[in-house]
């Protein structure tokens, strides 16, 4: 099945600094791939997501990038503010899930954005 | 976006007791829905999908006898953590998809203590 990896597991930046999280997946033929910021004790919420047939894709300060032939994806955040704070998870959901949504989620990076 | 609704937001009970989590899609039909399970600082783990008006999909290593699942309707699925145990304490969050989007949306979470 499935499997995500996603690296660093924490990340300590300067508040304006940029920060990437990375993620390889290993199903390659998984088509989607979301990324979840979720806060303390709380729901994950979705701030990105790119599919398959798109190499990146980018909403204000935040973008993603899919290289699906090394099948790993990155989340840029720039100009980080210390709400950015918080973990983010990255996800898969192989394709042959895909009349269900079934997603595999990465190990999680703590965000740290520092005043 | 669709909301999900998750009760209890956290549950106390005693060892060896069954305690029920409900998951609600409040302005959708859902007819999948996913259950997983958060230690603390870790990741989201899939612990099953929740077929409506059929069994659910359980994952490698989930206990089906432990967590039952019922998905009797399409905005309703339970999980019933039965003779719960110290080692069942976590984050439990239920997620479903929108047919014909591909975005997830979770619920809040239920806080599980066994003591």
């Known amino acids: 099945g499935e499997n995500v990896e996603q690296h660093p597991s924490t990340l300590s930046v300067q508040e304006g600094d940029s920060a990437v999280i990375k993620c390889t997946y290993s199903?390659?033929?998984?088509?989607?791939f979301p990324w979840y910021k979720q806060e303390l004790g709380k729901r994950p919420q979705l701030i990105i997501d790119?599919?398959?047939?798109?190499g990146e894709k980018k909403d204000q300060r935040i973008a993603v990038t899919l290289n699906k032939t090394a099948k790993h994806f990155s989340l840029h955040i720039t100009e980080t503010q210390p709400e950015d704070s918080a973990v983010y998870f990255c996800?898969?959901?192989?394709?042959?899930?895909?009349?269900?949504?079934?997603?595999?989620f990465g190990q999680g990076t703590t965000l740290q954005v520092k005043p | 976006g669709a909301v999900v609704s998750q009760h209890p937001s956290w549950v106390i009970c005693k060892s060896g007791t069954s305690v029920k989590i409900e998951c609600r899609s409040l302005?959708?039909?859902?007819?999948?829905m996913f259950w997983y399970r958060q230690f603390p600082k870790q990741s989201l783990m899939l612990m099953a999908t929740?077929?409506?008006?059929?069994?659910?999909?359980?994952e490698q290593g989930v206990e089906k006898d432990k967590f039952l699942i019922n998905h009797a309707s399409l905005t309703l699925s339970t999980l019933t953590v039965t003779s719960a145990h110290p080692e069942d304490s976590s984050f439990y969050i239920c997620?479903?998809?929108?047919?014909?989007?591909?975005?997830?949306?979770f619920g809040q979470g239920t806080r599980l203590t066994v003591v």
């Open positions: 997620s479903a998809r929108v047919e014909g989007s591909t975005e997830a949306f």
């Open positions: 199903d390659s033929a998984s088509n989607y």
């Open positions: 790119i599919r398959s047939n798109v």
């Open positions: 996800a898969a959901r192989p394709s042959r899930e895909g009349n269900t949504g079934k997603l595999i």
């Open positions: 302005d959708f039909q859902a007819t999948t």
């Open positions: 929740s077929n409506e008006g059929s069994k659910a999909t359980y």
